[in-house]
């Protein structure tokens, strides 16, 4: 069932890509490792603003860190690297090709989204 939500995420992203430069969708979830209590905040934090153009991703000006984790399709880590809070761009390796799970993860909120290469 993953998998499948995790493909027609990744059809209806590229279906709806009209430049070069693309926004990429995220869904905001809490990282499952975190500890349960009354740290964490009842409402989600809003998503990053991250495009990507070829093999390069661009932050807004103004972000927190990150963690980047690049998945494939079998849910396998292929990729991983820390963006810091004044990173703008990030260059993908470009050995990678095919329809990738990206996640950035700031604390406990993970921030999930789908990218083509």
């Known amino acids: ?5 995790f493909m027609i995420m ?3 992203a590229m279906s709806t890509s009209l430049y070069a430069r693309e926004l990429i969708t995220f869904t905001v979830s809490i990282d499952d490792n975190s500890p ?17 153009e070829d093999y390069t991703l661009t932050f ?24 810091n809070s004044t990173q703008t761009q990030v260059v993908l390796p470009s050995t990678l090709s ?3 799970e990206i996640e950035l993860i700031m604390g406990y909120w993970k921030f999930i989204g ?3 290469l």
Do not use: R, W
């Open 1 to 5: 069932m993953k998998k499948l939500l």
């Open 10 to 12: 990744c059809a209806f």
């Open 36 to 52: 349960v209590g009354n740290g964490q905040p009842k409402s989600p934090t809003d998503p990053p603003t991250v495009y990507i």
């Open 60 to 83: 807004e000006n103004y972000h927190p860190a990150y963690v980047l984790v690049l998945k494939d399709e079998n849910g396998i880590v292929v990729y991983t690297t820390v963006v």
């Open 98 to 100: 095919g329809d990738y």
């Open 114 to 116: 789908c990218v083509g």
